[in-house]
């Protein structure tokens, strides 16, 4: 079953969550996701980084389509990233279209072929391999639209006023 939103939830929790993931992404992977919310933006999709699931998973990059889809992408920056953290299945039920974002010079053929391929650096993305489709359930689409669309007003009210 779903988390339901918690909208009591202080917006200071929130920013000490967002500090603490800069914290942890090095530069290489701050630039590869860059290049894959400008990919996103031109193929028409709302891009968010650093988005929490309903499953408490936190994904890399969500975008959101414009007509509801979703699609998820894992960074992986290097062969020690990629083979150290396998939660990534744990995110296929949370998108139309599931992706591997990586350098140019990142060894694709030791990727899992079974999902999509975007190569980014940053100044952006393009798609290697196309994702296959993977319909969510009705029920689970719209909780993640309402909790998307929350997360990135609340993300851009701390950009107009860092004080809250």
């Given at each position: 079953m779903a988390e339901m939103l918690n909208l009591e939830?202080?917006?200071?929790?929130?920013?000490?969550?967002?500090k603490k993931q800069n914290l942890l992404r090095t530069p290489k992977t701050i630039e590869?996701?860059?290049g894959i919310c400008r990919c996103f933006e031109n193929m028409g999709y709302a891009p968010?980084?650093?988005f929490r699931l309903p499953n408490k998973r936190r994904?890399?990059?969500i975008g959101l389509g414009p007509s509801g889809d979703f699609i998820?992408?894992?960074?992986?920056?290097?062969?020690?990233?990629y083979k150290?953290?396998?939660?990534w299945p744990d995110y296929l039920a949370y998108c139309d279209q599931f992706y591997?974002?990586?350098?140019?010079?990142f060894p694709n053929e030791i990727l899992t072929p079974n999902f999509g391929l975007i190569t980014a650096d940053k100044f952006g993305?393009?798609?290697?391999r196309e994702a296959p489709t993977n319909q969510m359930t009705t029920k689970r689409r719209k909780y993640q639209q309402i909790k998307f669309a929350l997360t990135a007003a609340h993300r851009l009210q701390r950009l107009i006023d860092p004080k809250i």
């Amino acid at each position: 079953m779903a988390e339901m939103l918690n909208l009591e939830q202080p917006l200071s929790k929130l920013i000490r969550e967002d500090k603490k993931q800069n914290l942890l992404r090095t530069p290489k992977t701050i630039e590869v996701t860059r290049g894959i919310c400008r990919c996103f933006e031109n193929m028409g999709y709302a891009p968010l980084v650093e988005f929490r699931l309903p499953n408490k998973r936190r994904v890399d990059v969500i975008g959101l389509g414009p007509s509801g889809d979703f699609i998820i992408v894992e960074v992986k920056v290097s062969v020690a990233d990629y083979k150290g953290d396998q939660k990534w299945p744990d995110y296929l039920a949370y998108c139309d279209q599931f992706y591997f974002g990586v350098p140019p010079d990142f060894p694709n053929e030791i990727l899992t072929p079974n999902f999509g391929l975007i190569t980014a650096d940053k100044f952006g993305g393009v798609i290697c391999r196309e994702a296959p489709t993977n319909q969510m359930t009705t029920k689970r689409r719209k909780y993640q639209q309402i909790k998307f669309a929350l997360t990135a007003a609340h993300r851009l009210q701390r950009l107009i006023d860092p004080k809250i």
